[in-house]
């Protein structure tokens, strides 16, 4: 059925880099906003980065990140293999989260939780020395 799945989470040293993939089933991913999100214990689910589907007109594509991620964190999509990725480099152990993919059928993308259909089991990433 439709679902997603991600993987790709582990333990690394701060200013390391990790990559995170989520794979979609049951779904055409490119018809779809895209996000990803963490949550750390004790905290509320935030929005790190999130893509619009690749049919956005003139925005087709175009990516948002939080202030946190920026510079360091970056979306993508391979259409043909139905899956997103998260490339997060310069690792700091505030980044320390669990990781949720997430999709929505459409245009605009958006960083908060609300609003998403669907959403992949969560990865862990751990930052520490």
């Known amino acids: 059925q439709l679902q997603l799945v991600e993987s790709g989470g582990g333990l690394v040293q701060p200013g390391g880099s990790l990559r995170l993939s989520c794979s979609a089933s049951?779904?055409?991913?490119?018809?779809?906003?895209i996000g990803w999100f963490r949550q750390a214990p004790g905290n509320e689910r935030e929005g790190v980065a999130c893509?619009?589907?690749?049919?956005?007109?003139?925005?087709?594509?175009?990516?948002s990140y939080a202030d946190t991620a920026k510079g360091r964190f970056t979306i993508s999509r391979d259409n043909a293999k139905n899956t997103m990725y998260l490339q997060m480099n310069s690792l700091k152990p505030e980044d320390t989260a669990v990781y949720y993919c997430?999709?929505?059928?459409?245009?605009?993308?958006?960083?908060?939780?609300?609003?998403?259909?669907?959403w992949g089991q969560g990865t862990q990433v751990t930052v520490s020395s």
């Open positions: 893509s619009n589907n690749s049919s956005g007109g003139s925005r087709g594509g175009l990516t």
């Open positions: 049951g779904f055409p991913l490119e018809y779809y906003a």
């Open positions: 997430a999709a929505v059928r459409r245009r605009v993308c958006l960083l908060g939780p609300d609003g998403y259909d669907y």
